[in-house]
């Protein structure tokens, strides 16, 4: 799932390429990815778009007053295309496309937004306002805006009564960070997913908060000016324990680990985040018994 420095870096490659341009055609193709009827999505037609921004996880493409606000989701991506092939996109089950966007002009350019696999999450907007969209309402802070500041952070965990895993992907908390990001940070901040994040001392939710910020910011000057095509490689390539589950860590060469859940999995690494204890993983040990 594209998280916050891949969205950041969505949005963009999309400003460069949307903003000032006038959209052409909107062709919704899975019409389950459209969660919006009023206005329809033609109503962008025409109209030439102002900029193109994030918020959390969400991009938002904004043109003439209407914002056309899609989350991905897990399996969504969005593909660029110099030129779109003339004949209308069909439905089919078997087709990944949800959404296709012509701009104006005669390049016939524009982007596609797919879906592979069955679970079906992605989502499309338009709206008059983002904070129509109910998940962008909910939005926590942004740990990547100026104004979100350490005191802030800690504010947020006061009282948290859950563990830092669980907080750090809840949208409403933090804007932006999923599964794999939590688990990137929390490897930099050499800490345990498990911890609960009340019991943070003053120096830990410092270095939590730091951790949160380089980890982020890293991702996302490592995708700068990368085209849409190439930001599922360069996430893979710049995680340390998130999906490497069996291979060494790069910062103390233990094996890294994972802990598996009914939908989803964290890895992390036993000498950098838990003194050396395994967690226990309950799928595991229901094998063992
Ligand atoms: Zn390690």
């Excluded at 025409?46 to 989350?71: I, M, N, P, Q, W």
């Excluded at 004949?87 to 002009?105: D, F, T």
């Amino acid at each position: 799932m594209p998280e916050l420095p891949e969205v950041e870096a969505l949005s963009a490659f999309l400003a460069e390429r949307l903003t000032g341009r006038e959209i052409a055609r909107v062709q919704p193709v899975a019409i389950s990815a459209l969660k919006t009827y009023d206005p329809p999505v033609t109503a962008l037609e025409g109209r030439t778009v102002g900029g193109v921004s994030r918020h959390g996880k969400f991009l938002d493409v904004e043109a003439g007053g209407l914002h056309l606000v899609v989350h991905l989701a897990r399996a969504g991506w969005l593909r660029w295309k110099d030129a779109l092939p003339a004949e209308p996109p069909r439905p089919s089950p078997r087709n990944p496309l949800a959404l296709r966007l012509r701009l104006a002009g005669e390049a016939g350019d524009g982007f596609d937004l797919t879906e592979a696999g069955t679970k079906k999450g992605l989502a499309v907007y338009v709206v008059a306002d983002p904070a129509e969209v109910p998940g962008v309402a909910r939005l926590g802070p942004d740990p990547l805006d100026p104004a979100f500041t350490a005191a802030d952070f800690a504010a947020l965990l006061h009282g948290e009564r859950r563990r830092l895993k669980g907080v750090l992907r809840d949208q409403t908390v933090l804007a932006g960070v999923g599964n794999a990001y939590s688990d990137e940070v929390l490897h930099a901040a050499r800490m345990s997913p498990f911890k609960l994040a009340s019991s943070l001392t003053d120096e830990e939710t410092a270095r939590l908060y730091e951790a949160l910020g380089t980890t982020l910011r890293d991702a996302v000057e490592r995708s700068r000016g990368l085209a849409a095509g190439e930001l599922k490689a360069e996430k893979k390539v710049g995680l340390r324990v998130h999906g490497r589950t069996g291979l060494p860590c790069p910062v103390c060469g233990d094996t890294v680990r994972e802990v598996s859940f009914a939908d989803s999995s964290l890895q992390y690494c036993p000498t950098c985040q838990t003194g050396g204890k395994p967690l226990a993983d309950r799928r595991l040990s229901r094998l063992l018994k």
